[in-house]
């Protein structure tokens, strides 16, 4: 079972993965997957059904009664075997997970992948040290609490960071002894595919983890709803949105659409499944005017934060220097090591990011640079590019501000006192994360206690501890990933009370 990327021009040809063997789609229904930096095919992927989702989810309930009685080190053994092969091979990796996702390969290597290698390390020695609550009751009782897997999960990992986010979600699972079925994004299959071949190196028995590709509708939906499926795990958004291109006018329309994580609750009310969902945000940073301006120019650069508000003494200063480094920013082929910025993920998402561009316009908001296609990128002539767009002039209500976008866009707001600016920074109904930015220590820990979100970082971003929980507030979502928070999801608990 050949699971590798080569330099030839011919698409990958995936097929599923289930009871440890390579398997093609019962209706032998397949569907293209495009390098978003060229719109070529990069790879042909199943359109898998409910049918080859039964499949899945039948050998995942056949495998669990004995993974789940496989001790703790034996399982650990093999979490961290499935880490060293995966690290022996980030470059391959990363050089897949750019074609297939857009980003550039220099991210994919320096971080993508070793996150991706990091979550199975990580829950590979956790599990060895973890502990239980015991207690004595007046010499009656001796009584303790037993933590064991719940069963078959069901997992849905997005296209945003396709192998890293997939694995946060495989890692604790079997480490905790459950088995599982996971659906990579449709846009974002070939890096799961791949780790199929490193599962069954590191001894991975069959069944415990599977896979099916495909679509929400066809695949996620059977997968979710499926009663051999004890709970469900899913990371991505929550609406959907029609999208209108016309002549460059980028307009957007939206409608109810599929509202995929109200869904997922709905189908999962009636049979009592465990649910985990991370439905995305509109992240706020806040700078305050005392903060250490350079760094926090260059780091909010970079940051996933659609909201930057900014104290006003210095305003005009962060919005010209902001300007200056977004327009210094390097939109190319991801394969260029000057490549700042890749293409987004498919050109229905870069017609859906135009259109909000169109929508600041039309709410009367400036386009302060950016906003605009890149069509001049050598080798990449038909990707998906566009410029970083800073936009000015909106209010915090408008829909620019209030909207999950999710690309290259930024609204830069101006505030004047710290009641004002959390009731901006809250005032949506997303609560997944926010930056603040100040040297006032007793002002961060003031601001941060009042921000309704699941993370907030102080004078940095993206600092991933998973001995904390990350999960959001509001419509970003239930539950929360990490240790041990992941083991309270994975995992039952039981009383034990012995005699005396």
Not at 74 to 98: D, M, V
Not at 323 to 348: I, Y
């Given at each position: 079972?050949?699971?590798?990327?080569?330099?030839?021009?011919?698409?990958?040809?995936?097929?599923?993965?289930?009871?440890?063997?390579?398997?093609?789609?019962?209706?032998?229904?397949?569907?293209?997957?495009?390098?978003?930096?060229?719109?070529?095919?990069?790879?042909?992927?199943?359109?898998?059904?409910?049918?080859?989702?039964?499949?899945?989810?039948?050998?995942?309930?056949?495998?669990?009664?004995?993974?789940?009685?496989?001790?703790?080190?034996?399982?650990?053994?093999?979490?961290?075997?499935?880490?060293?092969?995966?690290?022996?091979?980030?470059?391959?990796?990363?050089?897949?997970?750019?074609?297939?996702?857009?980003?550039?390969?220099?991210?994919?290597?320096?971080?993508?992948?070793?996150?991706?290698?990091?979550?199975?390390?990580?829950?590979?020695?956790?599990?060895?040290?973890?502990?239980?609550?015991?207690?004595?009751?007046?010499?009656?009782?001796?009584?303790?609490?037993?933590?064991?897997?719940?069963?078959?999960?069901?997992?849905?990992?997005?296209?945003?960071?396709?192998?890293?986010?997939?694995?946060?979600?495989?890692?604790?699972?079997?480490?905790?002894?459950?088995?599982?079925?996971?659906?990579?994004?449709?846009?974002?299959?070939?890096?799961?595919?791949?780790?199929?071949?490193?599962?069954?190196?590191?001894?991975?028995?069959?069944?415990?983890?599977?896979?099916?590709?495909?679509?929400?509708?066809?695949?996620?939906?059977?997968?979710?709803?499926?009663?051999?499926?004890?709970?469900?795990?899913?990371?991505?958004?929550?609406?959907?949105?029609?999208?209108?291109?016309?002549?460059?006018?980028?307009?957007?329309?939206?409608?109810?659409?599929?509202?995929?994580?109200?869904?997922?609750?709905?189908?999962?009310?009636?049979?009592?499944?465990?649910?985990?969902?991370?439905?995305g945000g509109k992240n706020a940073c806040i700078v305050f005017?005392?903060?250490?301006?350079?760094?926090?120019?260059?780091?909010?650069?970079?940051?996933?934060?659609?909201?930057?508000?900014?104290?006003?003494?210095?305003?005009?200063?962060?919005?010209?220097?902001?300007?200056?480094?977004?327009?210094?920013?390097?939109?190319?082929?991801?394969?260029?090591?000057?490549?700042?910025?890749?293409?987004?993920?498919?050109?229905?998402?870069?017609?859906?990011?135009?259109?909000?561009?169109?929508?600041?316009?039309?709410?009367?908001?400036?386009?302060?640079?950016?906003?605009?296609?890149?069509?001049?990128?050598?080798?990449?002539?038909?990707?998906?590019?566009?410029?970083?767009?800073?936009?000015?002039?909106?209010?915090?209500?408008?829909?620019?501000?209030?909207?999950?976008?999710?690309?290259?866009?930024?609204?830069?707001?101006?505030?004047?006192?710290?009641?004002?600016?959390?009731?901006?920074?809250?005032?949506?109904?997303?609560?997944?994360?926010?930056?603040?930015?100040?040297?006032?220590?007793?002002?961060?820990?003031?601001?941060?206690?009042?921000?309704?979100?699941?993370?907030?970082?102080?004078?940095q971003w993206m600092v991933r501890d998973l001995n904390l929980?990350?999960?959001?507030?509001?419509?970003?979502?239930?539950?929360?990933?990490?240790?041990?928070?992941?083991?309270?999801?994975?995992?039952?608990?039981?009383?034990?009370?012995?005699?005396?």
């Amino acid at each position: 079972m050949s699971m590798s990327v080569s330099s030839g021009a011919s698409p990958l040809r995936l097929r599923n993965f289930i009871d440890g063997l390579a398997v093609d789609p019962i209706d032998a229904r397949y569907m293209p997957s495009l390098n978003p930096a060229d719109s070529s095919v990069f790879a042909i992927l199943p359109d898998s059904s409910a049918k080859d989702v039964d499949l899945a989810v039948n050998a995942a309930a056949r495998a669990f009664p004995s993974w789940s009685k496989t001790s703790r080190s034996s399982r650990s053994a093999i979490l961290a075997k499935i880490a060293n092969l995966l690290e022996e091979r980030i470059p391959e990796f990363a050089l897949a997970e750019s074609r297939d996702q857009g980003k550039p390969v220099a991210l994919a290597t320096e971080v993508d992948i070793p996150r991706a290698v990091h979550n199975f390390r990580f829950f590979s020695t956790y599990i060895l040290h973890m502990d239980e609550k015991s207690t004595e009751l007046d010499g009656v009782s001796l009584n303790y609490v037993q933590r064991y897997p719940v069963g078959v999960a069901a997992l849905i990992s997005p296209w945003n960071l396709p192998l890293y986010l997939a694995t946060w979600k495989l890692a604790p699972a079997i480490a905790s002894g459950c088995t599982c079925v996971l659906k990579p994004s449709e846009f974002t299959s070939v890096t799961c595919w791949m780790l199929c071949d490193i599962l069954n190196k590191a001894g991975l028995p069959p069944g415990v983890v599977n896979m099916v590709f495909g679509t929400g509708v066809n695949a996620g939906a059977p997968l979710v709803s499926h009663p051999g499926v004890s709970l469900v795990s899913f990371t991505g958004g929550k609406y959907g949105l029609q999208i209108v291109f016309a002549s460059n006018t980028f307009p957007l329309f939206p409608f109810p659409g599929t509202a995929t994580g109200e869904q997922i609750f709905k189908n999962c009310a009636p049979t009592f499944k465990k649910m985990s969902l991370e439905l995305g945000g509109k992240n706020a940073c806040i700078v305050f005017a005392d903060a250490d301006f350079e760094k926090t120019v260059a780091v909010t650069l970079r940051i996933k934060s659609s909201r930057i508000f900014v104290e006003r003494p210095v305003y005009l200063k962060y919005l010209e220097a902001f300007k200056a480094g977004a327009n210094a920013l390097v939109v190319g082929h991801p394969s260029d090591p000057k490549t700042d910025m890749g293409p987004l993920v498919s050109e229905a998402h870069l017609q859906k990011v135009m259109g909000y561009v169109a929508l600041a316009q039309q709410e009367n908001g400036v386009i302060e640079c950016g906003g605009t296609l890149v069509t001049n990128v050598a080798n990449g002539e038909k990707g998906y590019y566009m410029r970083p767009t800073v936009l000015t002039g909106l209010s915090p209500k408008s829909r620019c501000a209030q909207e999950e976008i999710f690309g290259p866009v930024v609204v830069v707001i101006p505030f004047d006192k710290e009641e004002e600016v959390i009731e901006y920074a809250n005032g949506t109904k997303y609560g997944l994360s926010a930056s603040i930015w100040t040297r006032d220590l007793s002002r961060a820990i003031r601001v941060s206690g009042a921000m309704d979100v699941g993370t907030v970082w102080i004078n940095q971003w993206m600092v991933r501890d998973l001995n904390l929980p990350f999960g959001g507030s509001k419509a970003s979502g239930i539950g929360r990933e990490g240790a041990p928070y992941s083991f309270d999801f994975f995992c039952n608990e039981r009383a034990v009370m012995v005699a005396l």
